[in-house]
């Protein structure tokens, strides 16, 4: 039921591209992403809801593709401020608001 | 800003005593959520509330209970700690249980039980 986010890590240097993926067993009506440095609260970053779009927030930006239950974020010209974990949420009913989160991709950004 | 606050950011505890975890939220959200975060098993939903006096178990609610007599304060209870409830435990709330509200989350509050 959990979802499975790929990579599980990943280090690249400051103005490099990234993409987390999220993909799940199980139809989904909405998924979220957040991220999370070490010690901190997460801190949500999108939700995408059922419908195949796309959303943009600066330089990060996702997808969901809610025929292959997948969710992809896109991280552009990486910044020293992107690092950390990264998690998707995913809800696979609507109005239930339980997330079921991912076990995480820790990015870590170089100067 | 929606601010969820934890009172104890790290605890020690022995084996056997009661653990209780406070949160509160400022912003008179209805649902709050109690998650369990270990290294390589993300966020793992504990209990959940979606009113005052309501709640509902999560994906892991064995060891744990949970009260909610206030809207704006959701507590998390060990009745008797382990060493296998050690964790990073983090407190949640939603405006609503309509899909597509954000969840804010504490800062989390880390137990060590010894």
């Known amino acids: 039921q959990q979802p499975v986010q790929s990579p599980q890590a990943v280090i690249l240097r400051e103005g490099e591209d990234a993409v987390i993926n999220c993909s799940s067993s199980?139809?989904?009506?909405?998924v979220h992403w957040y991220r999370q440095k070490h010690g901190e609260a997460p801190v949500f970053l999108m939700i995408?809801?059922?419908?195949?779009e796309q959303k943009g927030h600066e330089k990060i930006s996702a997808s969901f593709n809610e025929k292959k239950q997948q969710s992809s974020l896109y991280l552009t010209a990486s910044q020293l401020s992107y690092s950390g974990t990264y998690f998707c949420?995913?809800?696979?009913?609507?109005?239930?608001?339980?997330?079921?989160f991912g076990q995480g991709t820790r990015l870590t950004i170089n100067p | 800003d929606v601010k969820v606050t934890q009172s104890s950011r790290y605890l020690v505890k022995r084996t056997g005593e009661k653990v209780f975890l406070e949160c509160v939220q400022d912003?008179?959200?209805?649902?709050m959520f109690w998650y369990r975060q270990d290294p390589g098993l993300g966020l793992r939903l504990i209990y959940f509330?979606?009113?005052?006096?309501?709640?509902e178990k999560g994906d892991i609610p064995e060891g744990y209970s949970v009260s909610r007599e206030k809207k704006e304060r959701f507590s998390l209870i060990l009745e008797s700690a382990s060493t296998n409830q050690t964790s990073m435990y983090l407190c949640?709330?939603?405006?609503?249980?309509?899909?597509?509200?954000?969840?804010?989350f504490g800062e989390g509050s880390w137990l060590t039980v010894v």
């Open positions: 949640a709330s939603s405006l609503s249980a309509s899909s597509g509200n954000t969840i804010y």
């Open positions: 199980k139809a989904l009506y909405s």
């Open positions: 995408l809801l059922k419908g195949g």
């Open positions: 949420g995913t809800e696979p009913d609507q109005g239930a608001q339980k997330l079921v």
């Open positions: 912003m008179d959200h209805e649902n």
């Open positions: 509330s979606y009113d005052v006096k309501m709640k």
